[in-house]
Each structure stands twice: as C-alpha cells, then as structure tokens.
C-alpha cells in the first residue's frame, strides 16, 4: 500500500524534487507529455506516466523543473488509510467530511452526455478527485500554496 500524504507527496516521492532525482527512485517514465501554456509560452509542464504503477507526475520550468503534482489511478494508494479510488462520489464525500480537509468545490466537465466527469477541489489542500460516472477514478495533488506570497510551500525534507 502506497501512502498519499497532502502537500509532501507519496512515501519518498516529495514535492519539490528533481527530474534526476525523482528517475532515480521511479526509473524512466512509460510517457512523457508536454504541456504549454498558451497565454505563458515561459510556462512549461511535463507530465511524466508509469502505466503499470497508474502513477504521473508532473514537473513545471517556472519551478526549475521540480515536482509539483502526482496524480494517482490505482486503488494501491492509500488516502488518510483509506482506499478511495472506486468509492462512489457521496462515499469519499462523506469521508472527506470526516477528515475536515476543508470546502470543497464540485465542477461538472464532462461535454458528452453519456459519461459523466467531475473534479472535486479542495484548495486548502491542494487536492483534486477526479470523478467518472460518480466514482472516484483518480487523486491529484500537489504542495501547498501559500496565497500571500503565491508560491508553493515546499515540504521539509
């Protein structure tokens, strides 16, 4: 079992290290995706995908290319101890309830009709689920965000 941990990151994958640092403990990615910024050319992302483990990561230049997000599929990762990848929206809601992790704001972006898919945020935490025919399919997060100075608050080491 895997342990998700808000704003650190997951077991010895933390927030803010490097690309290096980060193939050395996961190895070479099975992907790795672009991302630009349209309005922000400067403001590069790369997402890096493991398909066997159901794990990606992303990396920002702005940030001197560290880790800024992960984003899990897979019911191997824990949450607060609980599995939640394939729980039913209103059973992580009432979870995350349970757990005081702060207000959460549903958004509906799907823009077929046949499938469902929403995104639950929880800007506190900077934690995103991610839902497809209301059941959780995956959890993103990243550090905190600290809204004053608009930066990250990396996690000690």
């Not at 190895?27 to 794990?55: F, I, K, Q």
């Not at 207000?103 to 506190?124: F, G, K, R, Y």
Request: aromatic share 10%; proline share 3%.
């Amino acid at each position: 079992m895997k342990k998700i941990e808000l704003g650190k990151g997951l077991d010895s994958l933390i927030f803010g290290m490097t690309r290096d640092e980060f193939k050395k403990i996961m190895g070479d990615p099975d992907e790795v995706e672009t991302m630009e910024n349209e309005e922000m050319p400067e403001d590069l992302s790369e997402a890096w995908h493991y398909d066997e483990v159901e794990l990606s990561a992303s990396f920002d230049k702005l940030e001197d290319w560290r880790l800024t997000s992960l984003a899990v599929s897979s019911n191997e990762y824990s949450f607060e101890g609980i599995d939640l990848i394939g729980l039913s929206q209103q059973e992580v809601m009432d979870q995350l309830e349970i757990m005081g992790l702060g207000d959460v704001s549903i958004e509906e972006v799907s823009d077929d009709e046949e499938n469902s898919q929403q995104i639950a945020t929880l800007l506190d935490v900077s934690l995103n689920l991610w839902f497809d025919n209301g059941v959780l399919s995956e959890i993103q997060w990243g550090p905190y965000w600290d809204e004053d100075e608009e930066e990250f608050i990396w996690p000690e080491e």
